[in-house]
């Protein structure tokens, strides 16, 4: 059953909102995925904050006109689910990383940063450390000279502790 006028009116502005703030938009069809395929994705979706749909092509169009993603258009043809972030890698890594163990999921085009991707680039951004991982590495190597420090120090103590004792 189709949608009528009022239901079309608020996907496009839910859509709009979501577009609004996102940076990134990832897109891929779906034809052929199982539906416990498509919930374990759709699953995944939330627990990486991404918003993900699968919507009709013209109102995603009219929701991106006047975007930054408005070039995206021209890709928007045939069953297409639709990945959508505010992080820059999200969207692009759920459907890449689902893509992978899924052959029926085939990654289509993308847009971030005023820039349209294809399939190769939706991969590249995929690829791109999430935030949080950066974060963690940039820790790691603030956190090793100290560590290194300390345990040098460590054995240093210990060693004149063991001069202590034969002497």
């Keep these: 059953m189709g949608l009528n006028l009022d239901d079309k009116k608020a996907v496009v502005a839910e859509v709009s909102a979501q577009v609004a703030k996102a940076q990134t938009i990832a897109v891929a069809e779906y034809r052929g995925i199982a539906v416990g395929d498509l919930t374990a994705l759709r699953a995944k979706a939330r627990e990486s904050g991404v918003y993900l749909r699968v919507l009709k092509n013209t109102l995603v169009r009219r929701a991106i006109a006047d975007t930054p993603f408005a070039g995206l258009s021209d890709q928007l043809v045939g069953p297409l689910i639709y990945g959508i972030s505010e992080d820059p890698v999200a969207a692009a890594k759920v459907l890449n990383d689902f893509a992978k163990g899924n052959d029926k999921l085939v990654l289509k085009a993308g847009a ?31 956190q090793a000279p100290v560590s290194g420090f300390a345990r040098a120090l460590a054995a240093l103590a210990k060693q004149r502790e063991e001069q202590g004792a034969a002497a």
Excluded: F, N, T
Excluded at 124 to 140: F, K
């Design 112 to 142: 971030y940063a005023g820039q349209v991707l294809d399939k190769a680039g939706v991969q590249a951004l995929a690829s791109i450390p999430s935030r949080e991982e950066l974060l963690a590495r940039l820790l790691g190597v603030m």
